[in-house]
């Protein structure tokens, strides 16, 4: 069998396609492990830190870490207690939007994973959408590569 420019495109769209498919469905499994065997808690939203230059002395910060004033700036932080009552603060995984803002002040229920804290989902954001369109264009594109690995000439 020769090998063309078909085939060659065919082979990088099933390989592109494969790394999609992996990449949602790692997606999806993070998600799924966390709503099965996670921890619920209740989080408070923080706002988030900018680095910027050297901090203004005595402003009771680390050197290049300020409170943002706005969610501009980054993403919120989340506060929440776990099982065995440590004070954990995480980067919130999700960035908020206009239809769902994280409003600083505000409590939201997330489970995080009891052997890593650090691993949360926030409850009704888990942008499942976006793992299945990763999974479904990984599909997509390994058809379509097969589909030119087979009838190219």
Known sequence: MAYGPASVVGLLAVAGGAVSLVAGLAGLRHV???RGGGVAAWALIKPALQTS????????????????????GGRPRLQFTTEDERVIEVVCP????????LTIGKH????????????????????????????????AWMFLGLLVLVFAP
Not at 94 to 101: D, G
């Open 32 to 34: 799924w492990r966390l």
């Open 53 to 72: 230059g050297p901090a203004d002395a005595g402003d009771g910060h680390a050197e290049g870490e300020r409170p943002a004033r706005s969610l501009a």
């Open 94 to 101: 999700v960035p908020p939007t206009r239809q769902q803002p």
């Open 108 to 139: 939201v229920l997330i489970r995080y994973d009891p052997a890593d804290p650090r691993t949360v989902v926030i409850h009704r954001r888990e942008r499942l959408v976006r793992d299945y369109g990763f999974a479904g264009a990984g599909v």
